[in-house]
C-alpha cells in the first residue's frame, strides 16, 4: 500500500467553511479519497463515476468487492441519474426520512460502476444528514461512493481519530467534525424485493419504517460468503469486529450481569484481563470485579453512539477479551444487537 502523507483539518460540523469544504471537494474531483463525517460514523468517500477512484477505497480498506458500497447524495434530484426507477414507495421514505440514516436500494442505472454495486443490478443509495456531508457532495458536485472509514471488517470509526488509527498515510485528507451523534451505520432497505426488506437494521428503526411502510419485513439472515456480490454492506458474520475476541451474552439482564461477572472471575484466574461493555444500569454490579469497564450510557440512543468507541477502548486497553451484554430488539436496539452479534463473530452466550 503506497503511503501518502495524511492531512487531518478541523471543520465546523454545523457551519462548514467553504475553504475546507472547497478543497475536499477539490480532491475528490480530482480521484483522490477523503475522510468525512456523517451523522452515522466516518465515511472513506471517492467520486461515484471514476471506477479507478473507487477502485482506490477497496485497496485502501482492504475490501472484499463482494461487499458494495453505499452512494451518498445531497438532493433526491441526483437519483434520477443513478436508478432507472424511483417507485412510490421510494418517494414516501425520502419524504419521511431523508436527509437521515437510511440508505434505499434501487435498480441502478448504467452509470453506476459495477465496482460500486458488487457487480449487481441494484445500488444503496443514501442522503446523510450531516452538515459537512451534503456541503461536501455538493461542491464535488458528484455522488459520493463512501463505506466507514476503517480496515475492512474492524471496528466502525465515529471520531477522525478512529479513522486515522485505521487508515493513517492511506488517505491525503481527513475532515474532523468531531464524534458522529447516532454511532451505527445507516438501516438499509432492500426497495428491490417483492416486500421492503431490512438488509441491515441502523439508525432508523423498524417501527419507524413501518409507520410510511407497514409491511417492511425483517428477518435475521445467515450470514453471506464473501464470494458473493452482496445487495448491501454488513452482511457478513464477522463485521464492525474488535482486534481481539468478543464475546456475546443474551438473556434475561440480571442473568447477563450474573453471567458475565462469572465469566470474569474465571477468566481473571486464569490471569487474563477481561474487558466488559455494560450499561449504565450494570455498573454497580461491576464495581470491584477487576475488569476493564467501558458504560454504554442508559438510553439506547446513547448506547448506539457510544459502542463503537466502547469496542475501541477496551481493544486498546489491553484486554484478552471483550464480554458484551445484549439490548432488546426495540427501535435502535435491533441495530445495537446486530453490531454485536457481527462484532463477537457469532461468539454468543445464550441465557
Known amino acids: 500500500m503506497q503511503h501518502t502523507q495524511t492531512t487531518v483539518l478541523l471543520i465546523n460540523a454545523t457551519h462548514p467553511e467553504p475553504p475546507v469544504i472547497e478543497h475536499a471537494a477539490a480532491l475528490l474531483r480530482a480521484g483522490e479519497l477523503v475522510i468525512f463525517p456523517t451523522e452515522t460514523v466516518y465515511g472513506l468517500g471517492a467520486d461515484t463515476l471514476q471506477p479507478h477512484a473507487v477502485q482506490h477505497i477497496f485497496t485502501t480498506k482492504e475490501r472484499a468487492l463482494s461487499d458494495p458500497l453505499i452512494v451518498h447524495i445531497a438532493d433526491e434530484a441526483a437519483l434520477e441519474a443513478l436508478v432507472t426507477d424511483v417507485p412510490a414507495q421510494a418517494r414516501q421514505l425520502t419524504h419521511a426520512f431523508w436527509p437521515g440514516p437510511l440508505t434505499l436500494v434501487l435498480p441502478a442505472s448504467s452509470r453506476v460502476p459495477k465496482l460500486v454495486t458488487a457487480g449487481l443490478d441494484t445500488v444503496a443509495i443514501r442522503m446523510p444528514r450531516h452538515p459537512v456531508a451534503l456541503a461536501l457532495i455538493r461542491a464535488a458536485g458528484v455522488p459520493v461512493a463512501a463505506p466507514s472509514a476503517n480496515r475492512f471488517m474492524h471496528v466502525s470509526p465515529t471520531t477522525a481519530q478512529h479513522a486515522l488509527a485505521d487508515l493513517n498515510g492511506r488517505v491525503p485528507l481527513v475532515l474532523d ?168 463473530g457469532g461468539n454468543v452466550v445464550s441465557l
Not at 413501518?210 to 464470494?227: A, G, I, K
Not at 475488569?291 to 481493544?315: D, N, W
Not at 486497553?317 to 445495537?336: D, H, K, P, T, W
Open 177 to 344: 467534525g468531531g464524534p458522529c451523534a447516532v454511532g451505527v451505520e445507516s438501516t438499509v432497505l432492500d426497495l428491490c424485493s417483492e416486500t421492503p426488506t431490512i438488509l441491515r437494521p441502523g439508525g432508523v428503526s423498524l417501527e419507524a419504517l413501518r409507520s410510511v411502510l407497514p409491511n417492511v419485513q425483517f428477518s435475521v439472515r445467515e450470514p453471506s460468503h464473501l464470494q458473493e456480490g452482496q445487495k448491501a454492506p454488513g452482511q457478513l458474520l464477522v463485521h464492525y469486529a474488535p482486534k481481539v475476541p468478543a464475546f456475546l451474552f443474551d438473556g434475561p439482564v440480571e442473568a447477563m450481569r450474573k453471567a458475565i461477572l462469572a465469566e470474569v472471575e474465571q477468566r481473571q484466574a486464569r490471569g487474563e484481563h477481561v474487558g466488559v461493555l455494560i450499561a449504565d444500569e450494570d455498573f454497580a454490579a461491576f464495581q470491584g470485579s477487576g475488569a476493564c469497564i467501558y458504560r454504554l450510557g442508559s438510553t439506547l440512543e446513547q448506547v448506539a453512539s457510544r459502542l463503537f468507541a466502547g469496542l475501541r477502548v477496551l481493544e486498546e486497553s489491553g484486554v484478552n477479551i471483550i464480554l458484551c451484554r445484549s439490548f432488546e430488539a426495540q427501535g435502535l436496539g435491533l441495530a445495537i444487537r446486530d453490531r454485536l452479534l457481527k462484532a463477537s
